[in-house]
């Protein structure tokens, strides 16, 4: 297999990124990689994934994008890639193209990539933070499964990307041949000596013309690539996880160049609906919060909406309330560490976060009227929280009182809610407050949910009396 050059070399490296985004908010994120990193980029047709290119040396950067999930350095992509008719003869076809592929330069910005990681991950491991991890455990469950219901569209999937080991069955075969090792320079031991590289192959395939599974080609390909490189296959502890994204004809060969998503950053107390970080992102910047604007998220629950907000938009006042006590305490936790991982970061004290926490009723804020800049929230879904019958009060309630607070003619609400029926009935008994503008279609945990840009009219709202 091709050696790969120390990462100090090659400092005008090209990399092609891709990278998987929220699905509906692909041009959201494009717009994030060209403002921040002045590359164009292109949407796929496999929704929820955008491609751009970047030197090398652009890597930190690119892993502070906001949008974005998982990363991976494309190694070759084809677009109308034409598959075999029978099993065996698509197969073979791509154990052939392993030999074909351009590696050199992307395991080198995977080994560049693992150079800028390295000192994190000893950090991670020396501090275990148990008790933050028992919490993650419960309440990940759901977001995992809505990870792999993402991923999975239409078709089956080898494993998804955290790692979930196949059934017993699948599993000797994805041994035999789907994990993955390389010669690479950066790979040695302690005494000098080449180490072998651990992989795995992961596949996503998604359209129903093809005649192989996803797991046969994760074999199959992984097999390919384990002659190649000589690489020793491991689908757990594994040092290089290379990507096999199929979409109809469209093929994409990739390598890992994130171990866990992004959109973790933010949140160490997990509650039962923690909305992804890349995800609540997305629902800020499409209100466009400008400098002093006061920004509010009545339903905050472990307060991911508020805290992307304070982290990306400091020259803004970010309010965030919830009416269960528990919720609260989980997003002023998320705060505090949010708070400890700034101290960490600078040696001088750090300057804190403008954002404040308050329990209250969502019906009845202790706001006053036209307060408020923008509104940006997650709706009860009506499924894990609340009920969709409860929601025909709670909707039309909520939308009231947040057009009561919300400043006329200038003021805008950005709302996340999979009971679009019951959300479309409340917006037209109210359509003398709120404009609909934009509507963002979402897939949060395998459901089809929308976000709804709102404009508040220069309608005046009824008054309050008293709160007291």
Same mark, same amino acid.
């Given at each position: 297999?091709?050696?790969?050059?120390?990462?100090?070399?090659?400092?005008?490296?090209?990399?092609?990124?891709?990278?998987?985004?929220?699905? @509906?908010?692909?041009? /959201?994120?494009?717009?994030?990689?060209?403002?921040?990193? @002045?590359?164009?980029?292109?949407?796929?047709?496999?929704?929820?994934?955008?491609?751009?290119?970047?030197?090398?040396?652009?890597?930190?950067?690119?892993?502070?994008?906001?949008?974005?999930?998982?990363?991976?350095?494309?190694?070759?992509?084809?677009?109308?890639?034409?598959?075999?008719?029978?099993?065996?003869?698509?197969?073979?076809?791509?154990?052939?193209?392993?030999? &074909?592929?351009?590696?050199?330069?992307?395991?080198?910005?995977?080994?560049?990539? %693992? #150079?800028?990681?390295?000192?994190?991950?000893?950090?991670?491991?020396?501090?275990?933070?148990?008790?933050?991890?028992?919490?993650?455990?419960?309440?990940?469950? $759901?977001?995992?499964?809505?990870?792999?219901?993402?991923?999975?569209?239409?078709?089956?999937?080898?494993?998804?990307?955290?790692?979930?080991?196949?059934?017993?069955?699948?599993?000797?075969?994805?041994?035999?041949?789907?994990?993955?090792?390389?010669?690479?320079?950066?790979?040695?031991?302690?005494?000098?000596?080449?180490?072998?590289? &651990?992989?795995?192959?992961?596949?996503?395939?998604?359209?129903?013309?093809?005649?192989?599974?996803?797991?046969?080609?994760?074999?199959?390909? @992984?097999?390919?690539?384990?002659?190649?490189?000589?690489?020793?296959?491991? /689908?757990?502890?594994?040092?290089?996880?290379?990507?096999?994204?199929?979409?109809?004809?469209?093929?994409?060969?990739?390598?890992?160049?994130? $171990?866990? #998503?992004?959109?973790?950053?933010?949140?160490?107390?997990?509650?039962?609906?923690?909305?992804?970080?890349?995800?609540?992102?997305?629902?800020?910047?499409?209100?466009?919060?400008?400098?002093?604007?006061?920004?509010?998220?009545? /339903?905050?629950?472990?307060?991911?909406?508020?805290?992307?907000?304070?982290?990306?938009?400091?020259?803004?006042?970010?309010?965030?309330?919830?009416?269960?006590?528990?919720?609260?305490?989980?997003?002023?936790?998320?705060?505090?560490?949010?708070? &400890?991982?700034?101290?960490?970061?600078?040696?001088?004290?750090?300057?804190?976060?403008?954002?404040?926490?308050?329990?209250?009723?969502?019906?009845?804020?202790?706001?006053?009227?036209?307060?408020?800049?923008?509104?940006? #929230?997650?709706?009860?879904?009506?499924?894990?929280?609340? #009920?969709?019958?409860? %929601?025909?009060?709670?909707?039309?309630?909520?939308?009231?009182? /947040?057009?009561?607070?919300?400043?006329?003619?200038?003021?805008?609400?950005?709302?996340?809610?999979?009971?679009?029926?019951?959300?479309?009935?409340?917006?037209?008994?109210?359509?003398?407050?709120?404009?609909?503008?934009?509507?963002?279609?979402?897939?949060?945990? @395998?459901?089809?949910?929308?976000?709804?840009?709102?404009?508040?009219?220069?309608?005046?709202?009824?008054?309050?009396?008293?709160?007291?």
């Amino acid at each position: 297999g091709p050696g790969v050059a120390p990462a100090g070399e090659d400092a005008e490296l090209a990399a092609v990124i891709g990278a998987t985004v929220p699905t @509906g908010f692909e041009l /959201m994120a494009a717009e994030e990689v060209q403002e921040k990193l @002045g590359s164009a980029s292109r949407i796929s047709r496999d929704r929820g994934k955008i491609y751009f290119e970047v030197p090398a040396r652009g890597l930190p950067q690119v892993h502070r994008l906001r949008s974005v999930d998982n990363l991976f350095v494309v190694v070759q992509e084809f677009k109308d890639y034409q598959f075999k008719e029978t099993k065996e003869d698509a197969l073979k076809d791509l154990e052939d193209l392993v030999k &074909k592929l351009p590696w050199t330069d992307p395991l080198k910005v995977w080994e560049l990539n %693992n #150079s800028l990681k390295k000192k994190k991950t000893k950090r991670k491991k020396h501090n275990p933070q148990s008790t933050v991890r028992k919490e993650k455990l419960n309440s990940d469950t $759901e977001e995992k499964e809505a990870d792999q219901k993402d991923a999975k569209k239409e078709e089956d999937c080898a494993q998804d990307t955290a790692g979930v080991e196949p059934a017993d069955d699948a599993k000797d075969e994805l041994q035999a041949g789907a994990g993955t090792e390389t010669k690479t320079g950066d790979s040695r031991t302690n005494d000098g000596e080449a180490k072998v590289l &651990k992989f795995r192959v992961t596949c996503n395939r998604a359209g129903d013309k093809h005649s192989f599974t996803s797991n046969e080609a994760a074999r199959d390909f @992984g097999g390919a690539v384990q002659e190649h490189f000589q690489w020793k296959a491991d /689908m757990t502890n594994f040092d290089v996880e290379v990507l096999l994204n199929i979409h109809n004809n469209e093929v994409v060969v990739g390598i890992a160049l994130t $171990e866990e #998503s992004l959109h973790r950053r933010n949140i160490t107390h997990f509650g039962p609906t923690t909305l992804r970080s890349t995800l609540a992102y997305g629902m800020l910047r499409l209100c466009d919060p400008q400098p002093t604007d006061i920004i509010i998220d009545p /339903m905050c629950g472990t307060g991911a909406i508020p805290i992307e907000g304070a982290t990306e938009w400091p020259s803004c006042y970010h309010i965030a309330g919830d009416n269960n006590p528990q919720a609260v305490k989980r997003a002023a936790n998320n705060i505090c560490s949010l708070l &400890k991982k700034n101290e960490n970061k600078e040696s001088s004290a750090s300057p804190g976060i403008p954002l404040d926490i308050i329990q209250w009723d969502i019906c009845n804020l202790p706001l006053r009227t036209g307060s408020v800049d923008i509104i940006v #929230s997650d709706m009860p879904f009506g499924k894990r929280i609340g #009920s969709k019958k409860k %929601n025909w009060d709670l909707y039309p309630a909520c939308l009231t009182e /947040m057009g009561r607070i919300c400043t006329p003619g200038t003021g805008r609400a950005v709302l996340l809610t999979q009971d679009k029926k019951c959300f479309a009935k409340a917006l037209s008994r109210l359509g003398h407050i709120w404009r609909r503008g934009q509507t963002v279609w979402v897939n949060v945990g @395998g459901l089809h949910a929308a976000v709804y840009l709102l404009r508040r009219t220069w309608e005046r709202a009824e008054e309050k009396r008293s709160f007291w």
